[in-house]
């Protein structure tokens, strides 16, 4: 059986493997023009680039390699374990509560196999449950991989794919709540494009993901998942776009966050997302859901709570993200109003200023109708442009200070404002307003 | 005396404030196109901008105002609260160590008016004396402005600037210590700029600054400066730069941070400045210097601890610092490429990562000789290509992985090294060894 030998391989890497005489759990060494690996040949995800094949290392990660890129390989030998995903048929619970999972790239689950140190994304829910079976007493779960990607590059054109999905769901099935994995790198952008784009969702959106890939003994992504299908399967969930993440180091807690306030804070560790200038919504500790009191620092515009449910699927995608750093010069900024865009972001230093080298562009700029804001590098804070002259020159030259947004969910929003509303005064109203959280009245006082 | 009546102005503001018969500490109102303000007239450093006016506002902020802008201007009182700094001598006690202070634009000490709630910076030893007398009982201090500028605006030239006067005082003076007074917003770049240029400094060189101007009761700035001279006059002190800044909000200590791993986490909070990924060298503590004893955590390369002092004033200003947002084009990189850049520093997702639409134009700016290094945009944890195939192929294109140096950091150190170093392997190499405590062994656990 090729889905056997050769599982998930297709097109040219499968008549790569069979030209070679390999197969899956086949220990080779590979020589290129560069390097050399040694590994074991990995079972690979249909949906993945059908250019790689995938390799796990001795050090316990996984690595693709291009068959273009290959000048020699040579069979070491075969790994005894025998991987299989037993497609166990655990019988859903018709009473529990329905949660789809929706794949964005990142690990939804995967199975262990100690004698190769393998790893399979379990994308069925047979083979979730067989890797999880604890998740079929939380919920009815449905699967689907809505693509397959490294999440840096993830973009526009994905959210539009995720927000088409979620009305589907919305339109076609009555779920109690959803959850969406998603690669960490740009989960927090992702979280902030569906928090704009849908207003008042009937259940509960939650985004999840792994910081250590599931093959490793610390990894998070049975922790983050049981969380999440256990919020979206509640009742007292609430009915907006959330981040579920583990909260500590250790195994203790996970935090829900609001999907506008949320920032990947380190590059490792399992605790890496923070919600940044406020407490998060709350937490999930021993499979009790709690909601934190300081809520009110986060709250989401009131007037919008009474409107229908609303999904808007446009961004305009000519909208830069500029971080200032000295000696930064007026070009950055040209080539922004050269090539077209609508929109800039600036981090700009402590209270949102930037040099004043770069004043008169951004007054050509707005002059080209490009709508300019500025927001904080600290992360923490709020940004001022009255408090200084320096400030009030940056105000006079069109720039609008948005408070303490963070500067990758400005960035998100105004793409999303740019994309659904036409009129500059609307839109830079709209910026300086709180939509869905992402400004908060103050921030609480907390250790950063 | 035109010294009393208009204290400070000269030139265009001069003979503005005699047309209109104003002088400091008379409130006006003030009307311009687009606004207009009330306040009451400051005196001035008379090395600032020759061409602003400056306005104590009822909201206890001090603003400027361009003459050039005004459309009327409207007397409306006298503010009864004489000021005057009253110029007490104040014995020099020549057996106290002598620590000279070089103002670079932050308010080094200010003297409150409580009448006016004006403020004007005393920069004269005699001055600061009067504001902070026990600064005296320190140290020998003598004061030098170096520019007065917001610090939004300093940048390579000013660095040298800095470097110079600091040279001289090795070559012409034997200071136990200095201590520079800097705005927070560009604070942590002056400070690596200064760890990378100085290899074994004769003395402790220490820069602080103020989140709180010094009118407000909040006000850091004398909490600061006095443990900073405290610090610099001290035999106990690491000759090295540091920052010495608030460690908590309230006045219980000040942190002594390494000046290569240092980051404003906070718009205006006083305890703003962080060490990212390390511990702080150590804290003042009611007079008395502590030292960490994690340390070795951010040892300085071993090396260089024998080299004699030597400095080096070269900058390569054509670096860029690129943060990666989703959807970025490669135009913004195509930006530096046709600028004639020789670095750029990118601020990549979790191990560094960018989108994969960069890779064509990164391997053209490789071509073009321009050294291309990437850091985390998380800002705690390590870089790490070697995980991910994206990674690999982004080693493949060219990119230098520099492991936690943080982005600001980076971007400093390679605009130093293409300063100073001509070969592109001799600066790769050193991009990727600890110089100065930039890049750590590992990062102790904190929480962040």
């Not at 000519?318 to 080539?335: A, E, F, N, R, S």
């Not at 740019?418 to 609307?426: A, D, Q, S």
Request: net charge neutral.
């Amino acid at each position: 059986m090729a889905e056997e030998k050769y599982a998930g391989y297709r097109g040219s890497t499968l008549d790569w493997l069979k030209k070679q005489g390999l197969e899956v759990w086949d220990e080779i060494e590979v020589t290129k023009a560069d390097s050399s690996i040694k590994g074991v040949i990995l079972p690979r995800n249909e949906l993945a680039d059908p250019n790689f094949i995938s390799l796990k290392l001795s050090t316990g990660y996984n690595i693709g390699f291009n068959i273009e890129d290959v000048l020699r390989v040579r069979k070491i030998g075969r790994f005894q374990g025998k991987y299989r995903i037993p497609k166990v048929e655990i019988a859903q619970k018709p009473a529990l509560p329905f949660v789809p999972i929706l794949g964005c790239g990142g690990t939804i689950a995967s199975r262990l196999d100690y004698q190769t140190g393998g790893t399979i994304p379990a994308l069925t829910p047979e083979e979730l449950f067989s890797s999880f079976p604890e998740i079929a007493e939380l919920a009815r779960v449905e699967t689907s991989l809505l693509f397959d990607i490294f999440s840096e590059n993830i973009s526009f054109g994905h959210y539009v794919k995720i927000l088409t999905e979620i009305e589907s769901l919305i339109q076609n099935d009555a779920p109690q709540g959803i959850v969406l994995t998603h690669g960490t790198d740009t989960l927090a952008f992702t979280a902030a494009a569906l928090s704009f784009s849908i207003t008042n969702p009937p259940f509960p959106i939650v985004i999840t993901g792994s910081q250590r890939s599931s093959d490793r003994p610390s990894s998070d992504s049975f922790f983050n998942l049981y969380n999440s299908v256990l919020y979206a399967a509640s009742p007292k969930a609430k009915k907006e776009v959330v981040v579920i993440m583990h909260e500590k180091s250790s195994d203790t807690s996970c935090t829900i966050h609001r999907g506008t306030r949320i920032r990947k804070m380190h590059s490792s560790r399992r605790d890496a997302f923070k919600t940044i200038g406020g407490s998060p919504l709350g937490r999930i500790t021993e499979r009790k859901i709690s909601f934190a009191k300081e809520e009110e620092n986060l709250s989401i515009e009131v007037e919008l709570k009474d409107k229908p449910c609303q999904i808007t699927k446009k961004f305009e995608e000519k909208v830069g993200l500029i971080y200032h750093y000295p000696g930064i010069q007026p070009g950055v900024l040209d080539y922004y109003i050269e090539a077209g865009y609508k929109g800039i972001v600036l981090a700009g230093t402590g209270l949102g200023h930037v040099s004043s080298n770069l004043i008169p562009t951004i007054k050509k700029a707005n002059e080209n109708e490009i709508v300019i804001v500025t927001t904080t590098q600290c992360l923490h804070g709020f940004t001022g442009l009255s408090v200084y002259e320096s400030g009030r020159q940056l105000q006079k030259a069109g720039v609008v200070s948005v408070f303490n947004i963070l500067p990758e969910t400005a960035y998100i929003k105004l793409a999303y404002l740019l994309g659904n509303y036409r009129k500059t005064e609307k839109i830079i109203e709209l910026m300086k307003q709180n939509l869905k959280g992402e400004i908060t009245i103050r921030e609480k006082f907390q250790e950063f």
